[in-house]
C-alpha cells in the first residue's frame, strides 16, 4: 500500500486546510485509515481516523468540532478537512492506514507541513 499526503500549505489562525491521502495498491475494505501530527521537539499524535468498513470515525479531544475525516470511496483516499486553525496545529501531518482489528498502521505516507500563523 502506498499512501500519498497532499495539501499541507500556510495559513493564518482561523482559516482552514484541507488534507489528502490518496492509497494505491492492495487497499482492503477492513483497514483504518489515520491522521497523525508532528509539532518541531514532540512526538507523533493521533489526530484523527477512519474505519473503511462502515465509515466510524474517531478524534483527538482537540480537534473535536473543528476538524472533520472523510474519505471517497471510488478514489481510495481520504481527507481532513480542517477549519478554525490554531498555531498549535502547526506541525508536520502524516496519512498512515492498515488493519483495523486490531488496529495497526502499518502503511505511511510522508508528511506534510501545516503552518499556522497568529
Known amino acids: 500500500v502506498q499512501l500519498q499526503a497532499s495539501g499541507g500549505g500556510s495559513v493564518q489562525a482561523g482559516g482552514s486546510l484541507r488534507l489528502s491521502c490518496a492509497a494505491s495498491?492492495?487497499?482492503?475494505?477492513?483497514?483504518?485509515v489515520g491522521w497523525f501530527r508532528q509539532a518541531p521537539g514532540k512526538e507523533r499524535d493521533f489526530v484523527a481516523s477512519l474505519k473503511w468498513s462502515g465509515g466510524s470515525t474517531t478524534y483527538t479531544d482537540s480537534v473535536k468540532g473543528r476538524f472533520t475525516i472523510s474519505r471517497d470511496n471510488a478514489k481510495v483516499a481520504v481527507y481532513l478537512q480542517m477549519n478554525s486553525l490554531k498555531s498549535e496545529d502547526t506541525a508536520v501531518y502524516y496519512c498512515?492506514?492498515?488493519?483495523?482489528?486490531?488496529?495497526?498502521?502499518?502503511?505511511w505516507g510522508q508528511g506534510t507541513q501545516v503552518t499556522v500563523s497568529s
Open positions: 498512515a492506514a492498515g488493519p483495523a482489528d486490531p488496529t495497526t498502521y502499518a502503511y
Open positions: 495498491g492492495q487497499f482492503f475494505s477492513n483497514f483504518i
